[in-house]
């Protein structure tokens, strides 16, 4: 095939033996990683876990990215789209409260094929937000729930960071599809979520000013109780990282995040968890904030390791 699945429509040839393209990756499914992950939003992890589904390479290229390996490295198992489904299955088995599939957009035609028949649980594409309209239309009606990233509203950190200069326009257009396809977000009595969209921002070290853009743009453009927001502290600095990258987010930043939120409108009630990763801050009524420390997080078994190609 002639890739142009994404936004960077880069027409590299993938087939089943040969890898292309921004991605690097071949036609067909590339699989790092599956398990229950427990530490994901609470509205999708809840007291079982998110059956999470990692899938190898990425349309981007963050240098900041945390999950190198499978994202830039070529780590990962070449399935089939039955043998994906397999995996569906037995997370779902397992008790995983929905599947929640990472990084996905390189290999959604193969996906798609795994999703032909409904799952009991809600599907999540769980992606960078660097998505395609075009693309997206095809998985309607399959996925129930949108977790993109909103990395970036200005030009110039999203080309020198994930040398993607057109990523918010990109992403603005992506989210207004998935809102189109999902609507307004549901949360049931359980507090697990049924359907709708997760906007994720990541704050990093030096970029107080994307993030205040990013901030803007949620909160104008969104109405009320229409989407969820997830503001994110965990930066990591990856190896070779300079400048402000080269260190963590520090507190004095992440609280002056949290109070320009609430400032545009976004309030939440102060919570605490003593996991990193994620800082779900649920538009407008509530937020979990976490302590700043480091934390030594168990490692989560999983059922299928990390693969080499």
Not at 21 to 37: E, F, I
Not at 143 to 161: G, N, T
Request: hydrophobic share 40%; aromatic share 8%; proline share 7%.
């Amino acid at each position: 095939m002639r890739c142009e699945i994404c936004p960077r429509r880069c027409n590299a040839e993938r087939t089943a033996e040969k890898a292309g393209g921004v991605c690097r990756m071949p036609a067909g499914l590339v699989v790092a990683r599956a398990m229950l992950h427990m530490w994901e939003e609470p509205v999708l992890s809840g007291k079982n876990g998110a059956g999470c589904i990692f899938f190898s390479g990425c349309n981007l290229g963050c240098v900041f990215c945390q999950n190198g390996r499978i994202s830039h490295e070529n780590f990962g198992k070449v399935i089939t789209p039955a043998h994906l489904r397999e995996i569906m299955e037995d997370l779902v088995s397992q008790g995983a409260h929905c599947i929640d599939l990472v990084t996905p957009t390189h290999f959604t035609p193969w996906v798609l094929e795994a999703l032909r028949k409904p799952l009991p649980v809600p599907v999540v594409w769980n992606s960078g937000g660097y998505e395609r309209v075009e693309t997206l239309r095809t998985l309607e009606g399959k996925v129930q729930i949108y977790l993109p990233d909103l990395k970036y509203a200005m030009e110039r950190p999203a080309r020198e960071l994930s040398a993607a200069p057109d990523y918010f326009e990109a992403a603005a257009a992506a989210i207004d599809e998935m809102v189109r396809q999902v609507g307004a977000y549901q949360i049931g009595d359980d507090g697990l979520m049924r359907s709708g969209v997760i906007l994720r921002h990541l704050v990093l070290p030096g970029q107080m000013e994307n993030t205040k853009r990013v901030i803007d743009y949620v909160s104008t453009h969104f109405p009320p109780k229409t989407v969820l927001f997830s503001l994110m502290s965990q930066y990591t600095p990856q190896p070779g990282s300079t400048g402000a990258l080269a260190r963590r987010l520090n507190e004095r930043e992440y609280r002056t995040a949290v109070q320009y939120m609430r400032d545009c409108g976004l309030h939440g009630a102060e919570g605490s968890t003593t996991y990193i990763p994620h800082n779900p801050l649920h538009i407008p009524n509530l937020a979990w904030n976490q302590d700043f420390q480091d934390i030594n997080t168990p490692e989560v078994p999983a059922k299928y390791e990390l693969l080499q190609v």
